[in-house]
């Protein structure tokens, strides 16, 4: 017994253990514990730091007594960590977002985005829409550049990130985390596009032969069953991309030409490729609606009728639209239900009208 307790005092020469103070003159902020006196025949008294003490929570002085307080300290962590896991839960299959710089983005090769396309009166009115809520509410996506920390590449989103980058704020993004292939990459964008039906023929077209022209995919075939789209639609995409610069020239602008318009074309260029690049050169810069400039450049002008179509709204006339040969519309309502129907139902009527002459068109 001697012996154990003269090692113990060796062992523990030099050390100080704070003092306790008492709860009512315990300090908010406790000052370092002064050290006790050192053993005797210690050299240098060391003074050894322990964590403070909580006050009206005396430590226990036992070894069962402290194995009790740990075990008690180990189960308040353990139902810590299990809300914490069930607040995670929570969010299981959610997609993180964050905001980006929208200089720190740069558009992807595949890009197929026409210039058009931002400059337009639905790009106007998305750009309002952002400003307005302070930011793009839909999240765009980008993946991390390997070679350049904090930079992205865009996957899809070009004008909500366009519209933001004008705006000089922030953009909400998705950042892709795992492995993104250049193919898989075409595919999302693709994909993105087509579900929002907001992609014209002309640019779906572009964006078909660049991949074809870079051998991103070898055949239309290998193109059509990545994308998971008929031969038919990227063979009508393509028939677009690939009309003659001197033909879509001839339009206000290459968004305007839908699949219809590329097959008359093209089929009229079968029987005779020169008469109609011919044409083109005269009608080049004169902006006429787009069934003008098809049937001009099939010489078909005297087919072009003038038509009328009825405004309707509520089961009601309320007046005509009459789209000239040259393309030009005019629209005219009835006194009567102007002064009875509400604003909104007629220029909702008037939208309608527009929009199937635009679909003919």
Request: charged share 20%; net charge positive; aromatic share 4%.
């Amino acid at each position: 017994m001697a012996n154990t307790r003269k090692r113990l005092e060796a062992l523990t020469a030099g050390l100080s253990i704070p003092e306790v103070l008492p709860a009512a003159a315990a300090p908010s902020a406790a000052p370092a514990a002064p050290a006790h006196p050192s053993f005797p025949g210690a050299a240098e008294a060391v003074e050894t730091r322990f964590p403070p003490a909580q006050v009206g929570h005396p430590a226990p002085r036992t070894g069962p007594g402290q194995m009790l307080a740990f075990r008690g300290q180990i189960q308040a962590v353990e139902g810590e960590l299990s809300a914490l896991r069930e607040r995670l839960r929570q969010f299981d299959g959610s997609t993180p977002t964050r905001k980006l710089d929208p200089s720190t983005i740069q558009p992807s090769r595949w890009a197929n985005r026409h210039a058009a396309s931002f400059q337009n009166s639905d790009f106007a009115g998305l750009k309002a829409d952002i400003d307005q809520a302070g930011g793009n509410v839909q999240p765009i996506l980008v993946r991390a550049l390997p070679d350049h920390a904090d930079r992205y590449e865009l996957v899809y989103g070009h004008r909500r990130h366009r519209a933001c980058l004008e705006l000089g704020i922030p953009v909400l993004a998705v950042i892709w985390t795992s492995e993104l292939s250049d193919a898989e990459l075409f595919a999302a964008m693709d994909r993105e596009n087509r579900e929002r039906a907001d992609l014209s023929a002309y640019e779906q077209g572009q964006m078909y032969l660049r991949a074809l022209d870079e051998q991103l995919f070898p055949t239309q075939r290998q193109l059509a069953e990545k994308l998971g789209v008929s031969h038919t639609w990227v063979r009508k995409a393509l028939m677009v991309a690939q009309l003659p610069s001197a033909v879509v020239e001839c339009f206000r602008s290459p968004l305007e030409i839908n699949h219809r318009h590329a097959e008359q074309l093209n089929a009229g260029m079968e029987k005779d490729k020169r008469a109609v690049l011919k044409r083109a050169e005269k009608l080049r810069g004169q902006k006429l609606a787009s069934a003008v400039v098809v049937a001009r450049l099939l010489g078909l002008d005297a087919v072009l009728k003038a038509q009328k179509i009825p405004v309707q709204s509520q089961g009601k006339t309320v007046g005509s639209c009459q789209q000239a040969a040259d393309g030009g519309v005019t629209i005219s309502l009835l006194p009567a239900p102007v002064a009875e129907l509400p604003t909104e139902a007629i220029s909702a009527a008037i939208a309608e009208v527009l929009g199937k002459l635009r679909a003919q068109g």
